[in-house]
Every structure is written in structure tokens, then in C-alpha cells.
């Protein structure tokens, strides 16, 4: 069950609970005062205790004083999504350029995934040919399943990563794993070294994958989080066609250097995110208040709200984000996943059962052996095969583009539902 709140007529309320000015926390929950029973057994949560969290004296004081500011400012019930213009009058809070600019530079490493996907597609009947590695089946599917193997891996230790070298600093750790893994498999001159690569490429794509969304939330407005965040997952679809164009490209050229070719294109994007770290994107502003860096993420924040902003007002509500997160942490810890609530239960199973689900309906499989499926349903081999498979990869393309659009204005669950008709 997720932290229930208690508060009174009197109490002021936190940024995320009034609506403040600017809401650079959307999933901000919790108030700063509350408590916890932390004698309840954990038979007294599985009937259903609401949890309670405390945070530190240190911050009562601060909090109550930040609060309070918060609730003068929202005197005016100014939407949390609108920026006061001084005292003259309001304006709806706009994407600037500089965010859409960070945005796209994050979704660049998303492309590696989706040139992974497409490449293998258009190169897996190249790695059977008996003139190059001439690999067997179970061999093909082992090298092609295994990537969300050591994705996964790669995705647990993202986190620590992250948290000690900032965002950017995960990004090209990323990139570095993803272009040493991709020269490894180039140059393979049989399968386990094709599988070592392939081990890199697996790692790099759960570092960075696993950082996209949380850079791209953390440098957009929340009014466009959703719609922003969906530009790594259209950022994967492109990559895809950009893997069946590969195999378009070297049609003509020799089996055994086709497919070591095709491999070797897929350094171009994470050398061109790397740059991009080092020259275009900013830290994370989140990451730099919670590394005490304040002044750095206020001139981040600048580029990311238009002028006229209280950057001073959304450094405190991150503020405050932060600190509240940290005491939910401290208060419920593993106990709220081994001893669930019955309705922190159901969450669970609705989160982690609708992941699962979108992996158990075999779309990465279909992606991956596309050609032979196409084969087998008597597409003509050559170009006309790689057309219908670019052509397949633009048409989920163009869904997942309206999908980004309607998502902010539809919700999410409307859409999973329509989803689920595709699946029957």
C-alpha cells in the first residue's frame, strides 16, 4: 500500500500537495510531517496499516518555513504548471529549446538499443551463412537472446553508477561499453568472441537505458514529463529502422563483410552521445542539489524554465522531494515488499505483472527473427524483404509518436488498454 497521509486543517502543505507554482517533482506524495509506527508487526501491515513516515528535527524547522512560503505564493491558486511573471500576471510554463535540445541528446543513447534490434535482424541469416561464422540455431538464438540477459545486469548496477557519477557520467560509461562491445563483435572471428561482445552491448544498453527516462524527467517541466520521456522509447523505434536500413545499405557487399559492416555503424551514435555529454548537456539538477551543488543546478534550471521563473522556488521543492524520499526510504525499507499491504499487493502485481506481460507476448523474439518470419510467409528474398522490414519498423514508429502525443492528454491506463488489442 502506498504511504497514506493524515494531515490537519492547520497544517500547511507541502509543494506537492498544494498547488504550487512549479512542480519540478511530479511523484512528490508524502507531507514532511508525518510519523510512523515503526512497532507495528508485519502482521498488522498485511491488514492494511497505513505507513507513517518521520523525517529528521534537522528539517522540521526549514521544512515548516519552505512550506509556508510555498502556500503565500499559492495564495493567488496559481496552477503548479504556470510561472508568476513577477507581479504583472501568468504565463503557461513552454518547453524551451534548450530542454528539447538535452532531451534529444538523451534519446540518442536509446538509439543504441533500437540499431541493436534492427542491425541483428537484417544480419542474422548473414551470421548462419556458411561462408562467414556459418553459426547454428541454437547458437543464433543464444547470441540474440542474450542481450537482454546482460542488459538486465547491466540495468542493476545503473543505479550506483548513476548516483556516484551523476547522469552524464552514466551515459558514457554506456557509450564506452556499447562501442568497445560493438568492435569486439566486428571483428569476431568466431562465437565466442562474437558472444563477448555481445556481453559489452548487453551491459552498455542496461547502463544507459536505465538512465534515459530519469535524465529526461529531471531536466523537463512536469506538465511535459510524459510526453518528453516517450522520446527514448521513439528514439528506440528509430534506431530499429535504422537496423533494417543497414542491411539495405550493404546489400551488395560480400556476406562475411556485410554483417562485420552493419556491426560496425552501431559506434557512430554512442561516439556522437559522447560528445554530446561532454559538450551539450548539463548535469542533472537534481543530482547536483543532492550533491550540495546548488548554484550549478539553478544555472541548469535557467536553461530549462523561461525567464522571469523563481529558480530559487523549485530548488527548494526539489529540495524537499529529496528529503521526503529519503525518509520514506528509512521508514518502510524491504519490509513494505516482503510483508505488502493488500492493496500495496495489487500495485505490485499491476507494476511488475504488466513489465513482465510485455515481454512474455514475444515482441523482442518476433523483432529479432523478423526475417525469417517474413520468409517463411513467402516474402521474395532481397530488397523487397528489407523494404517490408523497414516499412514494418516505420509503421510502429509513427503509432508510438501519437501514443507520446496523446499520453499527457489521454492518460496512461486509456492507452494500455488500447494496447492490449493489438496483443489478441
Same mark, same amino acid.
Not at 536509446?110 to 548462419?128: E, F, P, R, W
Not at 547454428?136 to 537472446?145: K, S, V
Given at each position: 500500500m502506498t504511504p497514506t497521509l493524515s494531515k490537519s486543517k492547520n497544517e500547511p502543505q507541502s509543494p506537492s500537495s498544494s498547488h504550487s507554482n512549479y512542480d519540478f517533482d511530479n511523484n512528490e506524495t508524502t507531507t514532511n510531517s508525518i510519523e510512523m509506527k515503526k512497532s507495528e508487526s508485519p502482521d498488522t501491515r498485511k491488514s492494511g496499516t497505513r505507513f507513517k513516515f518521520l523525517e529528521n528535527d534537522d528539517h522540521d524547522n526549514d521544512n515548516d518555513d519552505d512550506d509556508n512560503?510555498?502556500?503565500? +505564493? +499559492?495564495?493567488?491558486?496559481?496552477?503548479?504548471?504556470?510561472? #508568476?511573471?513577477? @507581479? @504583472?500576471?501568468?504565463?503557461?510554463?513552454?518547453? @524551451?529549446? @534548450?530542454?528539447?535540445? *538535452?532531451? *534529444?541528446? =538523451? =534519446?540518442?543513447?536509446?538509439? +543504441?538499443?533500437?540499431?541493436?534490434? /534492427?542491425?541483428? !535482424?537484417?544480419? #542474422?541469416?548473414?551470421?548462419?551463412?556458411?561462408?562467414?561464422?556459418?553459426? !547454428?540455431?541454437?547458437?543464433?538464438?543464444? *547470441?540474440? /537472446?542474450?542481450?537482454?540477459?546482460?542488459?538486465?545486469?547491466?540495468?542493476?548496477?545503473?543505479?550506483?553508477?548513476?548516483?556516484?557519477?551523476?547522469?552524464?557520467?552514466?551515459?558514457?560509461? =554506456? =557509450?564506452? /561499453?556499447?562501442?568497445?562491445?560493438v568492435l569486439i563483435q566486428s571483428f569476431a572471428r568466431s562465437f565466442a568472441i562474437l558472444m563477448i561482445g555481445r556481453v559489452f552491448v548487453g551491459l552498455g544498453i542496461g547502463f544507459g537505458l536505465a538512465i534515459d527516462p530519469i535524465y529526461i524527467a529531471e531536466v523537463s517541466p512536469s506538465r511535459y514529463r510524459g510526453r518528453l520521456v516517450t522520446w527514448s522509447e521513439i528514439a528506440v523505434n528509430i534506431g530499429i529502422v535504422f537496423g533494417f536500413a543497414s542491411g539495405l545499405f550493404f546489400y551488395n557487399i560480400e556476406p562475411d563483410l556485410a554483417w562485420r559492416y552493419m556491426f560496425a555503424c552501431g559506434i557512430i551514435l554512442p561516439c556522437l552521445l559522447i560528445y554530446c555529454v561532454i559538450r551539450v548537456m548539463p548535469e542533472s539538477p537534481r543530482y547536483l542539489i543532492s550533491k550540495g551543488k546548488d548554484q550549478e543546478a539553478k544555472d541548469v534550471l535557467e536553461k530549462i524554465y523561461p525567464n522571469g521563473t523563481d529558480i530559487d522556488m523549485i530548488v527548494k521543492e526539489i529540495k524537499n522531494g529529496i528529503r521526503r524520499e529519503i525518509a520514506a526510504e528509512k521508514a518502510v525499507g524491504w519490509e513494505m515488499i516482503f510483508y505488502p499491504t493488500p492493496a500495496f499487493r495489487r500495485m505490485l502485481l499491476v507494476g511488475v505483472g504488466s513489465a513482465v506481460a510485455q515481454q512474455l507476448v514475444g515482441i523482442d523474439a518476433i523483432q529479432y527473427f523478423m526475417d525469417f518470419i517474413l520468409e517463411r510467409a513467402g516474402a521474395q528474398e532481397g530488397v523487397q524483404r528489407i523494404m517490408t522490414l523497414i516499412a514494418l519498423g516505420v509503421l510502429k514508429l509513427l503509432v508510438i509518436i501519437f501514443a507520446g502525443k496523446a499520453f499527457d492528454k489521454k492518460g496512461r491506463r486509456p492507452l494500455l488498454f488500447l494496447s492490449l488489442i493489438g496483443k489478441k
Open positions: 512560503n510555498i502556500d503565500n +505564493n +499559492n495564495s493567488n491558486n496559481i496552477s503548479r504548471d504556470d510561472v #508568476a511573471e513577477g @507581479s @504583472s500576471g501568468v504565463k503557461k510554463i513552454k518547453v @524551451s529549446k @534548450s530542454t528539447y535540445l *538535452f532531451v *534529444f541528446c =538523451a =534519446a540518442l543513447n536509446s538509439c +543504441n538499443l533500437g540499431y541493436d534490434i /534492427g542491425v541483428n !535482424t537484417s544480419a #542474422a541469416k548473414l551470421l548462419t551463412d556458411g561462408d562467414s561464422l556459418g553459426l !547454428t540455431d541454437n547458437e543464433l538464438e543464444l *547470441f540474440m /537472446g542474450s542481450l537482454n540477459l546482460f542488459a538486465a545486469i547491466g540495468a542493476i548496477f545503473a543505479s550506483s553508477i548513476s548516483d556516484n557519477y551523476g547522469r552524464r557520467g552514466a551515459f558514457v560509461v =554506456a =557509450a564506452i /561499453g556499447f562501442i568497445f562491445g
